[in-house]
């Protein structure tokens, strides 16, 4: 059974950072690649960065490319996404997921497993 728990959510200011955590349980998580999502009220959940098993490919949307970095560690099963330059737009609620593939993906129908999510919430 896979468990992936969120964490790093919070209230900031626009123009401030923030680090996402994702801690996945099981010993395959380096065999997998992984996303992050979001989903504001009243929206779509949307994709926000993806990465491969290794960490050498990444990808994001135009919405978030040069303010946000995904990461991960796979010593510690723990998936990241740094976040610089927020806006008040990036408020949502933030989601990790495991694709069951080693390349990554933006389409969200391709993750078998999602967290719960962690508030993050950009005040102007």
């Known amino acids: 059974q896979v468990q992936l728990v969120e964490s790093g959510g919070g209230l900031v200011q626009a123009g401030g950072s923030l680090r996402l955590s994702c801690a996945a349980s099981?010993?395959?998580?380096?065999?997998?690649?992984m996303g992050w999502f979001r989903q504001a009220p009243g929206k779509e959940r949307e994709f926000v960065a993806t990465?491969?098993?290794?960490?050498?490919?990444?990808y994001y949307p135009d919405s978030v490319k040069g303010r946000f970095i995904i990461s991960r560690d796979n010593a510690k099963n723990t998936l990241y996404l740094r976040m610089n330059c927020l806006k008040p737009e990036d408020t949502a609620v933030y989601y990790c997921?495991?694709?069951?593939?080693?390349?990554?993906?933006?389409?969200?129908?391709?993750?078998?497993?999602w967290g719960q999510g962690t508030q993050v919430t950009v005040s102007s």
């Open positions: 099981g010993r395959t998580f380096s065999n997998y690649a």
């Open positions: 990465i491969s098993w290794s960490g050498g490919w990444t």
């Open positions: 997921a495991r694709r069951s593939h080693p390349a990554g993906s933006s389409s969200r129908v391709d993750y078998d497993y």
